[in-house]
Protein backbone atom coordinates (compact mmCIF):
# COMPACT_ATOMS: atom_id res chain seq x y z
CA UNK A 1 0.00 0.00 0.00
CA UNK A 2 2.81 2.15 0.89
CA UNK A 3 4.44 2.30 -2.53
CA UNK A 4 1.14 2.88 -4.33
CA UNK A 5 0.47 5.75 -1.87
CA UNK A 6 4.13 7.71 -2.37
CA UNK A 7 3.43 6.99 -6.23
CA UNK A 8 0.65 8.54 -6.70
CA UNK A 9 1.85 11.65 -4.37
CA UNK A 10 4.43 12.28 -6.43
CA UNK A 11 2.65 11.84 -9.88
CA UNK A 12 0.28 14.29 -7.79
CA UNK A 13 2.58 17.15 -7.61
CA UNK A 14 5.71 16.32 -9.07
CA UNK A 15 7.83 15.91 -6.23
CA UNK A 16 11.23 14.04 -6.85
CA UNK A 17 11.94 12.82 -3.55
CA UNK A 18 9.68 11.17 -0.92
CA UNK A 19 9.93 9.25 2.20
CA UNK A 20 7.28 7.75 4.49
CA UNK A 21 7.21 6.07 7.39
CA UNK A 22 4.37 4.55 9.69
CA UNK A 23 4.95 3.82 13.80
CA UNK A 24 2.61 2.16 16.66
CA UNK A 25 3.79 2.22 19.94
CA UNK A 26 7.60 1.03 20.34
CA UNK A 27 7.26 -0.29 16.46
CA UNK A 28 7.88 1.01 12.97
CA UNK A 29 5.29 -0.68 10.94
CA UNK A 30 6.83 -0.13 7.29
CA UNK A 31 9.19 3.01 5.72
CA UNK A 32 9.97 3.69 3.04
CA UNK A 33 12.13 6.41 0.52
CA UNK A 34 10.91 7.08 -3.25
CA UNK A 35 12.33 9.41 -6.27
CA UNK A 36 15.95 10.80 -6.13
CA UNK A 37 18.12 12.69 -3.80
CA UNK A 38 20.02 15.21 -6.27
CA UNK A 39 20.39 16.21 -9.89
CA UNK A 40 22.36 12.73 -10.39
CA UNK A 41 19.30 11.42 -10.28
CA UNK A 42 20.88 9.07 -7.49
CA UNK A 43 18.16 7.42 -5.79
CA UNK A 44 16.56 8.68 -2.12
CA UNK A 45 16.98 5.62 0.31
CA UNK A 46 15.99 4.62 3.62
CA UNK A 47 19.30 6.24 5.01
CA UNK A 48 20.03 8.98 2.89
CA UNK A 49 20.29 12.12 4.95
CA UNK A 50 17.47 14.89 4.39
CA UNK A 51 16.64 18.12 6.61
CA UNK A 52 14.46 17.08 9.70
CA UNK A 53 13.75 20.99 9.83
CA UNK A 54 11.76 22.02 12.85
CA UNK A 55 10.42 18.26 13.08
CA UNK A 56 14.11 19.33 15.74
CA UNK A 57 11.53 21.43 17.36
CA UNK A 58 9.46 18.66 18.49
CA UNK A 59 12.62 16.88 19.41
CA UNK A 60 13.62 19.42 21.74
CA UNK A 61 10.86 19.71 23.35
CA UNK A 62 10.63 16.02 24.53
CA UNK A 63 13.97 16.21 25.23
CA UNK A 64 13.32 19.31 27.80
CA UNK A 65 10.23 16.97 28.78
CA UNK A 66 13.22 15.07 30.41
CA UNK A 67 15.33 17.94 32.20
CA UNK A 68 11.37 18.87 33.49
CA UNK A 69 10.82 15.13 34.55
CA UNK A 70 14.44 15.12 36.43
CA UNK A 71 13.92 18.45 38.32
CA UNK A 72 16.40 20.31 36.55
CA UNK A 73 13.93 22.84 35.19
CA UNK A 74 10.17 23.58 35.65
CA UNK A 75 7.58 24.19 32.19
CA UNK A 76 6.25 27.12 34.34
CA UNK A 77 8.76 28.98 36.33
CA UNK A 78 10.42 31.87 34.38
CA UNK A 79 13.76 30.90 32.25
CA UNK A 80 15.47 33.95 34.14
CA UNK A 81 15.66 31.85 37.06
CA UNK A 82 18.11 29.61 34.91
CA UNK A 83 20.35 32.10 33.98
CA UNK A 84 23.08 33.45 36.05
CA UNK A 85 22.71 37.08 35.05
CA UNK A 86 19.86 39.42 33.25
CA UNK A 87 19.50 37.62 29.06
CA UNK A 88 20.16 41.36 28.01
CA UNK A 89 23.49 41.16 29.73
CA UNK A 90 24.73 37.90 27.39
CA UNK A 91 26.32 39.35 23.88
CA UNK A 92 26.34 36.87 21.02
CA UNK A 93 29.52 37.32 18.73
CA UNK A 94 29.44 34.04 16.94
CA UNK A 95 25.80 34.84 15.82
CA UNK A 96 24.39 31.45 17.41
CA UNK A 97 21.76 32.72 19.25
CA UNK A 98 20.01 36.21 18.72
CA UNK A 99 21.15 39.22 19.94
CA UNK A 100 19.47 39.65 23.66
CA UNK A 101 20.96 42.74 24.19
CA UNK A 102 18.15 44.38 22.29
CA UNK A 103 15.42 43.38 25.34
CA UNK A 104 17.29 45.81 27.91
CA UNK A 105 14.33 48.02 27.74
CA UNK A 106 11.47 45.52 28.03
CA UNK A 107 11.44 43.61 31.37
CA UNK A 108 8.56 41.52 29.93
CA UNK A 109 11.82 38.71 28.64
CA UNK A 110 11.43 37.99 32.76
CA UNK A 111 8.16 36.45 32.26
CA UNK A 112 8.99 34.01 29.70
CA UNK A 113 8.94 30.31 30.73
CA UNK A 114 10.07 26.98 28.82
CA UNK A 115 6.15 25.78 28.34
CA UNK A 116 5.54 29.25 26.41
CA UNK A 117 8.64 29.11 24.26
CA UNK A 118 7.79 25.52 23.28
CA UNK A 119 4.05 26.72 22.84
CA UNK A 120 5.51 29.71 20.76
CA UNK A 121 4.38 32.35 23.19
CA UNK A 122 7.37 34.02 23.62
CA UNK A 123 5.89 37.49 21.77
CA UNK A 124 8.97 37.22 19.11
CA UNK A 125 9.04 37.12 15.66
CA UNK A 126 9.60 34.00 14.12
CA UNK A 127 13.87 35.10 14.00
CA UNK A 128 14.88 38.61 14.56
CA UNK A 129 15.98 39.81 11.59
CA UNK A 130 12.22 39.33 10.24
CA UNK A 131 11.53 42.59 11.99
CA UNK A 132 11.94 45.53 9.93
CA UNK A 133 14.77 46.80 12.44
CA UNK A 134 16.15 43.79 12.51
CA UNK A 135 16.16 44.19 16.28
CA UNK A 136 14.45 41.16 18.83
CA UNK A 137 11.45 42.62 19.86
CA UNK A 138 8.88 40.97 21.97
CA UNK A 139 5.20 41.95 20.36
CA UNK A 140 2.99 40.57 22.76
CA UNK A 141 2.61 39.84 26.64
CA UNK A 142 4.23 36.40 26.52
CA UNK A 143 2.11 33.89 27.19
CA UNK A 144 -1.04 35.41 25.77
CA UNK A 145 -1.44 34.30 22.30
CA UNK A 146 -0.29 32.04 20.12
CA UNK A 147 2.54 33.06 17.55
CA UNK A 148 5.16 30.44 15.31
CA UNK A 149 8.81 31.42 16.94
CA UNK A 150 11.86 29.89 16.23
CA UNK A 151 13.52 32.47 18.49
CA UNK A 152 11.95 31.23 21.19
CA UNK A 153 12.96 27.97 20.79
CA UNK A 154 17.10 29.23 20.82
CA UNK A 155 16.19 31.28 23.63
CA UNK A 156 14.98 27.85 25.38
CA UNK A 157 18.26 26.33 24.04
CA UNK A 158 20.37 29.35 25.29
CA UNK A 159 19.12 29.20 29.02
CA UNK A 160 19.57 25.08 29.17
CA UNK A 161 22.78 25.63 28.25
CA UNK A 162 24.19 29.17 30.35
CA UNK A 163 22.33 28.22 33.16
CA UNK A 164 22.48 24.24 33.56
CA UNK A 165 25.80 23.81 31.98
CA UNK A 166 24.85 21.51 29.30
CA UNK A 167 25.40 20.90 25.99
CA UNK A 168 22.40 21.23 24.26
CA UNK A 169 23.55 19.22 21.01
CA UNK A 170 25.81 16.49 22.61
CA UNK A 171 22.77 15.95 25.19
CA UNK A 172 20.33 15.63 22.60
CA UNK A 173 22.51 12.63 20.56
CA UNK A 174 23.19 10.90 23.84
CA UNK A 175 19.21 10.68 25.16
CA UNK A 176 17.64 10.40 22.32
CA UNK A 177 19.46 9.94 18.96
CA UNK A 178 21.84 7.21 20.88
CA UNK A 179 18.58 5.76 22.85
CA UNK A 180 16.38 5.15 19.60
CA UNK A 181 19.01 3.71 17.65
CA UNK A 182 19.27 7.05 15.38
CA UNK A 183 22.85 6.37 13.46
CA UNK A 184 22.71 9.10 10.99
CA UNK A 185 21.12 11.83 12.73
CA UNK A 186 22.54 14.99 14.31
CA UNK A 187 22.05 18.48 15.38
CA UNK A 188 25.01 19.89 13.42
CA UNK A 189 26.76 18.70 10.13
CA UNK A 190 28.57 15.42 9.98
CA UNK A 191 31.49 15.07 7.22
CA UNK A 192 29.73 11.26 6.94
CA UNK A 193 26.75 12.09 5.40
CA UNK A 194 28.34 14.05 2.65
CA UNK A 195 28.49 10.01 1.69
CA UNK A 196 24.65 10.23 0.97
CA UNK A 197 22.78 13.70 1.19
CA UNK A 198 19.31 14.74 -0.04
CA UNK A 199 19.67 18.04 -1.73
CA UNK A 200 16.59 20.10 -2.49
CA UNK A 201 13.85 20.81 -5.36
CA UNK A 202 11.97 24.70 -4.53
CA UNK A 203 8.48 25.19 -5.91
CA UNK A 204 10.06 26.20 -9.33
CA UNK A 205 11.93 23.09 -9.69
CA UNK A 206 15.14 24.79 -8.73
CA UNK A 207 17.88 22.91 -7.05
CA UNK A 208 18.89 23.80 -3.72
CA UNK A 209 22.45 21.77 -2.28
CA UNK A 210 22.04 20.54 1.50
CA UNK A 211 23.16 23.19 3.85
CA UNK A 212 26.05 21.84 6.20
CA UNK A 213 24.80 23.61 9.36
CA UNK A 214 27.95 24.03 11.26
CA UNK A 215 25.48 25.27 14.16
CA UNK A 216 23.43 23.39 16.87
CA UNK A 217 20.14 25.39 16.36
CA UNK A 218 17.04 23.88 18.24
CA UNK A 219 14.79 25.52 16.02
CA UNK A 220 15.67 23.54 13.25
CA UNK A 221 19.40 22.36 12.59
CA UNK A 222 18.53 18.49 12.79
CA UNK A 223 19.75 16.51 9.45
CA UNK A 224 18.09 12.63 9.87
CA UNK A 225 16.62 9.83 7.98
CA UNK A 226 13.40 8.67 7.27
CA UNK A 227 14.64 5.42 9.33
CA UNK A 228 15.92 7.87 11.97
CA UNK A 229 12.89 9.64 12.43
CA UNK A 230 10.46 6.34 12.58
CA UNK A 231 12.41 4.59 15.05
CA UNK A 232 12.29 8.12 17.36
CA UNK A 233 8.02 8.24 16.10
CA UNK A 234 7.90 4.64 17.64
CA UNK A 235 10.04 5.39 20.66
CA UNK A 236 8.46 8.62 21.94
CA UNK A 237 4.78 7.15 20.99
CA UNK A 238 5.75 4.06 23.41
CA UNK A 239 6.40 7.01 26.22
CA UNK A 240 2.71 7.37 27.11
CA UNK A 241 3.78 10.14 30.11
CA UNK A 242 5.52 12.31 27.62
CA UNK A 243 2.87 12.30 24.92
CA UNK A 244 0.51 13.06 27.31
CA UNK A 245 2.44 16.03 28.15
CA UNK A 246 3.29 16.42 24.66
CA UNK A 247 -0.23 16.73 23.07
CA UNK A 248 -1.50 18.45 26.27
CA UNK A 249 -2.90 21.74 24.48
CA UNK A 250 -2.31 24.76 27.23
CA UNK A 251 -2.74 27.62 24.70
CA UNK A 252 -6.07 27.98 22.54
CA UNK A 253 -4.90 29.16 18.96
CA UNK A 254 -6.92 31.86 17.63
CA UNK A 255 -5.72 32.58 13.72
CA UNK A 256 -6.78 31.55 10.94
CA UNK A 257 -3.52 30.24 9.61
CA UNK A 258 -0.13 29.58 11.50
CA UNK A 259 1.50 32.15 8.82
CA UNK A 260 1.89 34.92 9.11
CA UNK A 261 2.44 35.57 12.78
CA UNK A 262 0.77 38.43 14.64
CA UNK A 263 -2.16 38.21 12.38
CA UNK A 264 -5.46 39.61 13.54
CA UNK A 265 -7.42 37.18 16.26
CA UNK A 266 -10.42 35.44 14.91
CA UNK A 267 -13.42 35.85 16.85
CA UNK A 268 -14.50 32.48 18.85
CA UNK A 269 -17.42 31.48 16.41
CA UNK A 270 -14.75 31.60 13.67
CA UNK A 271 -11.67 29.98 14.99
CA UNK A 272 -10.80 26.30 14.66
CA UNK A 273 -12.29 24.28 16.80
CA UNK A 274 -10.08 22.66 19.61
CA UNK A 275 -6.48 23.67 17.72
CA UNK A 276 -3.95 24.71 20.95
CA UNK A 277 -0.56 24.88 21.17
CA UNK A 278 1.41 21.36 23.20
CA UNK A 279 4.94 21.01 23.81
CA UNK A 280 6.79 21.46 20.48
CA UNK A 281 3.15 20.64 19.01
CA UNK A 282 0.07 21.83 17.42
CA UNK A 283 -2.81 19.52 19.18
CA UNK A 284 -6.20 18.95 17.78
CA UNK A 285 -9.16 16.29 17.79
CA UNK A 286 -10.93 15.00 14.95
CA UNK A 287 -13.25 11.94 14.24
CA UNK A 288 -10.22 9.64 15.88
CA UNK A 289 -9.85 11.46 18.92
CA UNK A 290 -7.32 13.86 19.93
CA UNK A 291 -4.34 13.80 17.85
CA UNK A 292 -0.82 16.47 17.23
CA UNK A 293 1.17 17.31 14.43
CA UNK A 294 4.17 19.23 13.46
CA UNK A 295 5.18 20.32 10.47
CA UNK A 296 8.91 21.51 8.90
CA UNK A 297 9.67 23.83 5.82
CA UNK A 298 11.90 25.27 3.78
CA UNK A 299 12.02 26.60 0.33
CA UNK A 300 13.03 23.30 -0.54
CA UNK A 301 11.97 21.05 2.04
CA UNK A 302 8.16 19.61 3.46
CA UNK A 303 8.07 17.41 6.35
CA UNK A 304 5.45 16.53 8.49
CA UNK A 305 5.00 13.94 11.61
CA UNK A 306 1.09 13.23 12.62
CA UNK A 307 0.10 10.97 16.04
CA UNK A 308 -3.38 10.00 17.13
CA UNK A 309 -3.28 10.11 20.78
CA UNK A 310 -6.12 6.63 21.37
CA UNK A 311 -4.15 4.39 18.73
CA UNK A 312 -0.35 6.03 19.21
CA UNK A 313 -0.13 5.37 15.39
CA UNK A 314 1.92 8.36 13.61
CA UNK A 315 2.74 9.02 10.07
CA UNK A 316 6.26 10.69 9.35
CA UNK A 317 7.11 12.24 5.92
CA UNK A 318 10.21 13.71 4.84
CA UNK A 319 10.48 15.11 1.21
CA UNK A 320 13.52 16.76 -0.04
CA UNK A 321 10.62 18.86 -2.22
CA UNK A 322 9.03 21.31 -1.27
CA UNK A 323 6.17 20.64 -3.77
CA UNK A 324 5.31 17.26 -2.18
CA UNK A 325 3.61 19.42 0.73
CA UNK A 326 0.39 19.76 -1.70
CA UNK A 327 0.28 15.88 -1.51
CA UNK A 328 0.51 15.32 2.72
CA UNK A 329 -3.53 15.87 3.47
CA UNK A 330 -4.26 12.51 1.10
CA UNK A 331 -1.19 10.56 2.29
CA UNK A 332 -2.15 11.38 5.64
CA UNK A 333 -5.82 10.14 5.27
CA UNK A 334 -4.63 7.12 3.62
CA UNK A 335 -2.17 5.95 5.85
CA UNK A 336 -4.35 7.35 9.01
CA UNK A 337 -7.88 7.63 7.85
CA UNK A 338 -10.05 11.17 8.73
CA UNK A 339 -7.97 12.67 11.39
CA UNK A 340 -8.98 16.00 11.53
CA UNK A 341 -6.02 17.68 11.27
CA UNK A 342 -6.67 21.78 10.03
CA UNK A 343 -4.49 21.34 6.91
CA UNK A 344 -5.85 24.92 5.74
CA UNK A 345 -4.66 26.78 9.61
CA UNK A 346 -1.13 24.85 8.68
CA UNK A 347 0.10 26.07 4.98
CA UNK A 348 -3.28 28.39 4.72
CA UNK A 349 -5.45 29.02 1.86
CA UNK A 350 -3.67 27.83 -1.25
CA UNK A 351 -5.20 26.29 -4.18
CA UNK A 352 -4.53 22.53 -2.73
CA UNK A 353 -5.73 23.76 0.64
CA UNK A 354 -9.03 25.27 -0.48
CA UNK A 355 -11.36 22.02 -0.65
CA UNK A 356 -9.86 21.10 3.13
CA UNK A 357 -11.66 21.03 6.18
CA UNK A 358 -10.25 24.39 8.17
Known sequence: MLNNVADHAM??????GLAIAVTEPGRVIVHGSWGIRN???????????????????????YYVNQLAQEGKL????????LLPRPLPEYSDPQGRYAPWSDLAGDPRWQQITPRMALNHATGFANFFWLNPDQKLTI???????????GDGIILLQYAIEKG??????QDMQRRLFDRFAMPNSSLIWRPDFAANLADGWKADGAIEPH???????????????????????????????????LAKGTLKITTASQFPPFQPELAPAEQVPDLAAGLGVVTFAGPQGPGWFKGGHNDSTGNMWVC???SGRCVVILSNDVRAEAAFPDIVRRLLGDTGLP????????????????
Open 139 to 149: HFTPGSRYAYS
Open 211 to 245: DERSKVRAAGSLDTTIADMARLSAGISADRPAMAV
Open 343 to 358: WQWEYGVQPWTKALTP
Open 74 to 81: DLDQPIAR
Open 39 to 61: AKGEPLQADTVMYGASLTKTAFA
Open 164 to 169: LGIDVG
Open 308 to 310: LLR
Open 11 to 16: AQTGAQ
